[in-house]
């Protein structure tokens, strides 16, 4: 588990960029409230940990003194609402326009009993994301301390530093080499400069997000098994497969309903004879509940077949066994046959493959593979046809054989999309464009139209 802090500086950030810096963070609260684990698509429970905290540095007014305040507090599950209000109180008017530079960030009273070690959980990894738009030149002996103690603790500390257009420019790059030359001794902390780009800001926001996903530290294991020998006595390849989207998943919630009015019965009382329809009040028996009933949102009910609960999916066991049957021209490949998600899949660096081969070091042999076998499918323009047991799009194994193609690319990562079936497979409309001639005033009109709209 890795749990988030946010420091703002707002005496040094101006309104408009943040402006940017809260929708920032307002969409990763959103992204990570609606985040589900790639490895099940679905919730592990119905409440989400609370894994962000915030804080802000501001200079009090009365007394002329820096102060450090916390926003959001992360204790408990995560309140999405409570969040967007904590981000959205924010105060605008906390930037100082006649600020130079700035002597200390507050990041020992960050990194203290009252704030950050005060926070659920003791044997959990913490990274602090200082977000200001200067740095001071150097830092004292109490911010050391302080900073190295973090490392003990699996604290990590990130400065990310908006540079802003102005005539002190080449003094804040100045203060910032030598709070690099500060800090460089300490393995847990981390400067990065950024220009205020709406591109850098999404660009932020994955990278936060993957950050806050546990399933992105346990990524799905596969082997990719080849008919012949890859290299020596070798024939499979061990890949790691990613999500490459996050998708917004409806949560649907198995539930029991009158078999009278399809109305969802109470969950408190086990004992079927004590349940009854809230419409009639008669108590039902067991043959008057529906137990394949599934719950969408407050209102909407599914009701599943009677051989629903008979069904139950195998779980899938690590790793997934992928076999090759044949390569492809990815110039004939059929897109309206790519179905379901695809998956990233890159070289796994924590399996080495034993050889009987004594030329060097064997270590990196799975990786080395890997890359040989996208060098090749991509210089040929070609992809791979596997099949599995497994489908990946329900984690689960299937009574049928799953088939996917594998696509290369030109920076080494791998594409596997699924195919569809012969049964999956539906017909494809009558063709009415046999006859290729057109009128040429409604061609123009149809290209003038076109040309209007932006390219993306």
């Not at 070091?361 to 070609?382: A, E, P, Y």
């Not at 017909?427 to 409604?442: A, F, G, W």
Request: glycine share 4%; proline share 4%.
């Amino acid at each position: 588990m890795v749990q988030l802090c946010f420091v703002l500086d707002l005496r040094s950030l101006v309104p408009p960029l943040l402006r940017d810096i809260k929708q920032s963070l307002l969409q990763l609260a959103n992204f990570y409230a609606i985040s589900s684990s790639s490895s099940s698509h679905a919730r592990k429970s119905v409440t989400l940990g609370d894994k962000i905290g915030l804080c802000y540095v501001f200079k009090n007014r009365l007394s002329s003194s820096d102060e450090l305040a916390v926003a959001y507090n992360p204790v408990g599950n995560f309140n999405l609402r409570d969040f967007h209000h904590a981000v959205n109180n924010l105060p605008y008017d906390a930037f100082l326009a006649d600020i130079d530079s700035i002597s200390d960030l507050m990041i020992s009273n960050v990194l203290s009993e009252r704030v950050l070690y005060s926070w659920q959980g003791k044997d959990i990894e913490r990274k602090v994301i200082v977000i200001t738009s200067t740095l001071p030149e150097d830092i004292d002996s109490i911010v050391q301390k302080s900073l190295m103690d973090a490392a003990d603790k699996c604290v990590s500390v990130d400065f990310a530093v908006f540079q802003q257009k102005s005539i002190h420019l080449t003094d804040t790059r100045e203060n910032i080499n030598n709070f690099r030359r500060c800090i460089s001794h300490l393995d847990n902390c981390s400067v990065q400069t950024y220009i205020p780009d709406f591109r850098v800001f999404h660009s932020l926001v994955k990278r936060w997000l993957l950050i806050l996903k546990d399933d992105m530290e346990e990524p799905l294991l596969a082997r990719l098994i080849f008919k012949d020998n890859l290299f020596d006595s070798v024939n499979h390849i061990f890949c790691n497969l990613f999500a490459p989207v996050n998708p917004i998943t409806n949560i649907f919630t198995q539930c029991r309903t009158c078999r009278c009015h399809g109305i969802p019965l109470g969950d408190a009382e086990k004992n079927f004879s004590r349940l009854s329809c809230s419409v009639t009040g008669c108590n039902l028996e067991t043959c008057d509940v529906m137990e394949n009933s599934v719950q969408l949102g407050e209102k909407n009910i599914l009701f599943l077949p009677s051989f629903y609960n008979s069904l139950k999916p195998l779980q899938i066991s690590l790793p997934i066994n992928i076999t090759v049957t044949e390569r492809i021209n990815l110039t004939s490949l059929d897109e309206g046959l790519i179905i379901g998600a695809s998956f990233v899949v890159i070289p796994s660096s924590y399996h080495p493959i034993e050889t009987t081969s004594d030329d060097g070091d064997q270590s990196d042999l799975n990786v080395q593979l890997f890359r040989g076998l996208s060098s090749f499918l991509h210089s040929m323009n070609q992809g791979l046809i596997c099949s599995s047991n497994c489908d990946l799009e329900t984690m689960a194994e299937a009574p049928y054989h799953c088939y996917y193609i594998l696509q290369p690319s030109d920076t080494g990562p791998m594409l596997m999309r699924r195919l569809a079936g012969a049964e999956e497979v539906l017909r494809v409309p009558d063709n009415q464009l046999v006859d290729s001639s057109i009128n040429k005033e409604i061609e123009s009109s149809v290209q003038a139209c076109l040309l209007k709209v932006s390219i993306f």
